[in-house]
């Protein structure tokens, strides 16, 4: 049996199918994963990520710290609540995770981390912060969810405490409010609008509840890999990882190179990987044929492997299979992959494939 999360019950009570995720028991869906992905398509949907870690990095150093650890640059944050995506690399370039920071004031920064990855994220952070005056703080204490869709916000904001309401209601993309112990950011992995709710772990049940008697669907992780893989979002562990890095993971452009002499851990080995001719590319593929593209399906051109799947499944909202690929650096247009011994074509684009309910294919 795996780590529960405080909603566990909760979803029991919904009918949720709960399965082992990275480390815990989560729900895969509550009776239909295509009505889950379609409810935050065309309205509102929910999802417990309280398996994810927010940490809390603070004192007087903290802005220092973070950029000797990440690849891209807290220094670009200027307003209190703006968020930055970023890879936390080792210092052969590869992948360690890829997480959201907030900065709050120039000695409090706030970090939600991938569950499958926390404790060995919170090792390379204790170990990294040892010549740094900041504490490291996993907040066991407070649960976390996503509320995603065109209805979200509309759904969620009068449900949020009287004191928050007014600065959630204002935010922009990529932002946060907070108020005491509760903390919303306009952020999400599903291609939709809407907020990601962090607050004390002992509410989280009843917050739950009054989005689902306020229409909010309840969601699994069935559906919030279809969400993010036709969002064209990567997926730690099967999209990178520490033998990774983020020129050939689609996340070159979370990469600070300037200022040149701020020497974040891993940079060294990137500008060497930089310098490379044929690098890999990170591309989409649209299914030409009949079949469903899967996690690890080789990729052709003529007998030639030229590379492989990394994520792949039915896009619900295109109605066709797509996926996330490492390829060739040649690979510029097609190529074939290989289902069940039969070859069938690939259109290589440019995730993502949908964004806001629409088909950008």
């Known amino acids: 049996m795996g780590k529960q999360t405080v909603l566990f019950d909760l979803h029991r009570q919904m009918g949720g199918r709960m399965v082992p995720f990275g480390g815990w028991d989560m729900p895969l869906h509550y009776g239909s994963q295509l009505e889950e992905h379609h409810a935050v398509r065309r309205e509102a949907g929910m999802f417990d990520v309280s398996h994810m870690t927010v940490v809390d990095i603070e004192g007087p150093r903290a802005g220092a710290f973070l950029r000797h650890l990440l690849a891209n640059d807290v220094a670009r944050l200027s307003q209190p609540g703006k968020a930055l995506y970023s890879c936390m690399l080792n210092p052969e370039g590869g992948v360690i995770d890829d997480l959201i920071t907030y900065f709050l004031n120039d000695e409090w920064y706030r970090m939600v981390v991938n569950a499958a990855t926390t404790e060995k994220d919170l090792a390379w952070l204790q170990q990294q912060a040892a010549d740094f005056e900041v504490t490291v703080n996993p907040r066991r204490d407070l649960a976390m969810v996503a509320v995603q869709g065109p209805q979200a916000r509309h759904r969620a904001l009068p449900l949020l405490p009287a004191g928050l309401r007014i600065a959630a209601s204002e935010l922009k993309p990529f ?175 440019k995730p993502p494939f949908v964004r806001n309910g629409k088909s950008l294919i």
């Open 175 to 349: 932002f946060a409010a907070h108020d005491h112990d509760w903390f919303v950011g306009r952020t999400g992995y599903t291609g939709e609008d809407g907020f990601e709710v962090i607050l004390p772990a002992g509410e989280a049940t009843g917050f739950w509840q009054r989005l689902a008697d306020a229409g909010v669907a309840p969601c699994g992780l069935g559906a919030r890999d279809t969400l993010r893989l036709e969002a064209g979002m990567n997926l730690y562990g099967s999209d990178m990882d520490e033998g990774v890095s983020p020129l050939e993971a689609g996340l070159g452009w979370t990469i600070a190179w300037e200022p040149a002499e701020r020497a974040f851990i891993g940079r060294a080995a990137l500008e060497s990987k930089r310098e490379e001719t044929g690098l890999r590319r990170f591309v989409g593929l649209v299914l030409e044929g009949r079949g469903v593209l899967r996690n690890h399906q080789k990729l052709f051109l003529g007998e030639q492997v030229v590379g492989e799947i990394t994520s792949g499944g039915f896009a619900p909202t295109l109605e066709r299979s797509i996926a996330l690929a490492r390829v060739a650096a040649e690979i510029d247009e097609g190529c074939e992959v290989d289902i069940r011994g039969r070859r069938i074509p690939v259109r290589v684009v």
